[in-house]
Nanobody, 123 residues
Framework: QVQLVESGGGLVQAGGSLRLSCAAS????????MGWFRQAPGKEREFVAA????????YYSDSVKGRFAISRDNAENKAYLQMNSLKPEDTAVYYC????????????????WGQGTQVTVSS
């Protein structure tokens, strides 16, 4: 089992920045990738970014590419999502996830999920 706890959400004006953190505990050695997903009211959960636990390969959705950056600290068992140039359409609950599969953009490939953290971007 892997436990995930997100932090760092909040309210920010458009154009601002936020940094989300995800602390992992438990059987972290089994993780292939950490991902961030988000879900806005009335919409399906969507992929945002992912990073492999070994090698640090990164993946981004087109909607956040160039604005968001994912990173990880294996020694601390943490993953981060730096979000810059935020837009009102980035408003959502952001979820951290951990999984064992290589297709990192598919939510069904993640076995463990955090509780989510709210990000609200005002115009």
């Amino acid at each position: 089992q892997v436990q995930l706890v997100e932090s760092g959400g909040g309210l920010v004006q458009a154009g601002g920045s936020l940094r989300l953190s995800c602390a992992a505990s438990g059987r972290t050695f089994s993780i292939y990738a950490m991902g961030w997903f988000r879900q806005a009211p009335g919409k399906e959960r969507e992929f945002v970014a992912a990073i492999t636990w070994v090698g640090s390969s990164t993946y981004y959705s087109d909607s956040v590419k160039g604005r968001f950056a994912i990173s990880r600290d294996n020694a601390e068992n943490k993953a981060y999502l730096q979000m810059n140039s935020l837009k009102p359409e980035d408003t959502a609950v952001y979820y951290c996830a951990a999984g064992h599969h290589a297709n990192v953009a598919i939510s069904g490939n993640y076995n463990y999920w955090g509780q989510g953290t709210q990000v609200t971007v005002s115009s």
